[in-house]
T-cell receptor
Framework: GAVVSQHPSRVICKSGTSVKIECRSLDFQATTMFWYRQFPKKSLMLMATSNEGSKATYEQGVEKDKFLINHASLTLSTLTVTSAHPEDSSFYIC??????????FGPGTRLTVL | AQTVTQSQPEMSVQEAETVTLSCTYDTSESDYYLFWYKQPPSRQMILVIRQEAYKQQNATENRFSVNFQKAAKSFSLKISDSQLGDAAMYFCAYRRADQIFQGAQKLVFGQGTRLTINP
């Protein structure tokens, strides 16, 4: 089946720094990628939808200046958490949609902000 | 807006027994997709089963089957012959079938049900 990777799998950073998370579709072209956030023992909350070559669409309540999303190619989307604070600590998951409409999830990235 | 509700935060079942996880949803759309995803301790989301709303026949995948009641907006998951590897968080999810709008592609998740398998 289709594979989606995320890098890094875990990251620890100091408060005030920026962190970039990559989401890659390894064996297919992803027309759309989605970024989710998941708190412990909670469900996945959609943060934004990104289409290759266009601006991301953010969900209500998600700060677009804080969570920068770039979908520069059909196989790569990046999420940058700018000026990270402890409350940004969470599990971030991406998913990628192929041209047939199949949806595939990455393994997630655990962000800890000290 | 569409919503998905899983009213059972936790469920447990004896190994080899059958368990049913509940899910209800709210939508004004007539055409949509419903999914059950499994999230084991590794946190990797795994698609368990998918149902198209226009299909009356309930979807099945080996030991997993659904009871789709469109009028009642209910979509339960039945796991037969439960195995230790079935232990995980299970999420019910909804997606509109309308492909015209970008936002229609996104999944709406329920709160999740944590399933424990007792040996």
């Amino acid at each position: 089946g289709a594979v989606v990777s995320q890098h890094p799998s875990r990251v620890i950073c100091k408060s005030g720094t920026s962190v970039k998370i990559e989401c890659r579709s390894l064996d297919f072209q992803a027309t759309t990628m989605f970024w989710y956030r998941q708190f412990p023992k909670k469900s996945l909350m959609l943060m934004a939808t990104s289409n290759e070559g266009s601006k991301a669409t953010y969900e209500q309540g998600v700060e677009k200046d804080k969570f920068l999303i770039n979908h520069a190619s059909l196989t790569l989307s990046t999420l940058t958490v700018t000026s990270a604070h402890p409350e940004d600590s969470s599990f971030y998951i991406c998913s990628a949609r192929d041209r047939r409409g199949g949806l595939f999830f990455g393994p997630g990235t655990r962000l800890t902000v000290l | 807006a569409q919503t998905v509700t899983q009213s059972q935060p936790e469920m447990s079942v004896q190994e080899a027994e059958t368990v049913t996880l509940s899910c209800t949803y709210d939508t004004s759309e007539s055409d949509y997709y419903l999914f059950w995803y499994k999230q084991p301790p590794s946190r990797q989301m795994i698609l368990v089963i998918r149902q198209e709303a226009y299909k009356q026949q309930n979807a099945t995948e080996n030991r997993f089957s659904v009871n789709f009641q469109k009028a009642a907006k209910s979509f339960s998951l039945k796991i037969s012959d439960s195995q230790l590897g079935d232990a995980a968080m299970y999420f019910c999810a909804y997606r509109r079938a309308d492909q015209i709008f970008q936002g229609a592609q996104k999944l709406v998740f329920g709160q999740g049900t944590r399933l424990t398998i007792n040996p």
